[in-house]
């Protein structure tokens, strides 16, 4: 299986290599707009994104700037772009505790999956392995046994 993984941690990049072992094609990107880019070239048959990641100059301008490099919640679109490019199988998987971050809390109450432009979409928290990095594999249990 051909799988687009998106995180701006090095530590959950990494741990997506695994995923390899288990004889996937693994292409990863720390940055949102290379995801969009790589969504839009196609061929891809799942897609995990991270919910928070930084903003990107590239895509902001007057007040907007203000937001460069923080953390925003750009999973949610990129589920979207994902879903509308025809990826069948699109999970955003977080780290953060729902105690932390008021995306992370709201994704407590998205309990099934959802269908958009026929592709099924997950929004989920990470299982972490023993390093605290992302269990990748787990998502994608879940995500394919939906």
């Known amino acids: 299986m051909k799988i687009l993984v998106i995180d701006d941690s090095p530590k ?3 741990s997506a290599k695994i995923l390899e072992q288990n004889g996937h094609e693994v292409t990863c990107t720390d940055s949102y707009m290379e995801g969009v880019r790589l969504v839009q070239l196609g061929g891809f048959d799942a897609v995990l994104a991270d919910l ?9 301008g007057g007040e907007g700037l203000s937001f460069f490099g923080h953390e925003t919640p750009i999973g949610f679109a990129f589920a979207l772009i994902a879903a509308q490019a025809g ?3 699109v999970a955003v998987v977080t780290d953060t505790n729902h ?6 809390a709201a994704i407590d109450w998205v309990k099934k999956p959802l269908v958009v432009n026929g592709s099924t979409v997950q929004f989920m928290h990470a299982v972490l392995n023993e390093d605290g990095s992302k269990n990748w594999e787990h998502a994608l ?3 394919f046994s939906i």
């Open 12 to 14: 959950h990049l990494a």
């Open 52 to 60: 928070l990641m930084p903003a990107e100059e590239f895509q902001l």
């Open 87 to 89: 990826i069948s199988k």
């Open 99 to 104: 105690h932390h971050h008021p995306m992370s």
């Open 141 to 143: 249990k879940i995500l």
